[in-house]
T-cell receptor, first 112, second 114 residues
């Protein structure tokens, strides 16, 4: 069956360090992958999209990699700040319909 | 900046009662989605509309849930009758078009069924 795995345990890091979050999937052939940020009690907010033919995407302090052979995406936040503390969701999409399938999310806590 | 609007933000209802949620997407967005999110999990798609047509409702429990987008703009999601297991956050999202576009989420409706 299809499965998207994100580390369910919270990731705790020190301010200024690089946070790395993992998204692994099985039995999927996604055309693209998206990362969202979600704060408690609020809807997810789009961060980055990376397509199957792209290896890496950057936006300010954010970097996403996509390895279709390993079936894995890595999400990096460099020079992390306490304001980066949130839950980060990965979502896989196909070519038809833009239907996204979300992972369970990883909670990131950045300590000052 | 344009946002997706949802109401109500919170709803408490007794089981077996009917509830309805409303969503107004960003103007010009053809695609509208309803998701359900249980605490500690990722959002799960319930139904997707392209304009006024349903594209995918395979995960919608059709015996009790219904959704409509009559004029291809705002949308309503209804549950009748509500069950205890329906307690969750109901999120609406919209996107400009279909595949490969980012989705914009509303603030959600927190439903508690007692």
């Amino acid at each position: 069956s299809q499965k998207i795995e994100q580390n369910s345990e919270a990731l705790n890091i020190q301010e200024g360090k690089t946070a790395t979050l993992t998204c692994n999937y099985t039995n999927y052939s996604p055309a693209y992958l998206q990362w969202y940020r979600q704060d408690p009690g609020r809807g997810p907010v789009f961060l980055l999209l990376i397509r199957e033919n792209e290896k890496e995407k950057r936006k300010e302090r954010l970097k996403v990699t996509f390895d279709t052979t390993l079936k894995q995406s890595l999400f990096h936040i460099t020079a992390s700040q306490p304001a980066d503390s949130a839950t980060y969701l990965c979502a896989l999409g196909g070519n038809a319909g833009n239907m996204l399938t979300f992972g369970g999310g990883t909670r990131l806590m950045v300590k000052p | 900046e344009a946002e997706v609007a949802q109401s109500p933000r919170y709803k408490i209802t007794e089981k077996s009662q009917a509830v309805a949620f409303w969503c107004d997407p960003i103007s010009g967005h053809a695609t509208l989605y309803w998701y359900r999110q249980i605490l500690g999990q990722g959002p799960e798609l319930l139904v997707q509309f392209q304009d006024e047509s349903v594209v995918d409702d395979s995960q919608l429990p059709k015996d009790r849930f219904s959704a409509e987008r009559l004029k291809g703009v705002d949308s309503t999601l209804k549950i009748q009758p509500a069950e205890l297991g329906d307690s969750a956050m109901y999120l609406c999202a919209s996107s400009l078009w279909t595949a490969g576009y980012e989705q914009y989420f509303g603030p959600g409706t927190r439903l508690t069924v007692t």
